[in-house]
Nanobody, 123 residues
Framework: QVQLVESGGGLVQAGGSLRLSCAAS????????MGWFRQAPGKEREFVAA????????YYADSVKGRFTISRDNAKNTVYLQMNSLKPEDTAVYYC????????????????WGQGTQVTVSS
């Protein structure tokens, strides 16, 4: 069993930056690929970024490529999402996900989910 707790969300002006963190419990953290997803009001949850268990492979949604960076520290059981040049359309609840065997954009591949952290970008 893995428990995930996100932090770092908040209110920021357009063009600003935030860094989200996702702390995981469980000794098998380093065995899992990790992902970030987001859900805006009235919209379905969508893929944002994913990282392999080693950190050697990363994937991004086209909408965030070049602005967001996913990374992980297996010694700290933590995955990060550095978000730069934020836009109002990035406003959403951001969810951390774990348990996929490989880094993937597919929600169904992730077994564990955090409660989410709100990110609001004002124009």
């Amino acid at each position: 069993q893995v428990q995930l707790v996100e932090s770092g969300g908040g209110l920021v002006q357009a063009g600003g930056s935030l860094r989200l963190s996702c702390a995981a419990s469980g000794r098998t953290f380093s065995s899992y690929a990790m992902g970030w997803f987001r859900q805006a009001p009235g919209k379905e949850r969508e893929f944002v970024a994913a990282i392999s268990w080693s950190g050697g492979s990363t994937y991004y949604a086209d909408s965030v490529k070049g602005r967001f960076t996913i990374s992980r520290d297996n010694a700290k059981n933590t995955v990060y999402l550095q978000m730069n040049s934020l836009k109002p359309e990035d406003t959403a609840v951001y969810y951390c996900a774990a348990g996929a065997p490989v880094a993937t954009i597919r929600e169904a591949e992730y077994d564990y989910w955090g409660q989410g952290t709100q990110v609001t970008v004002s124009s």
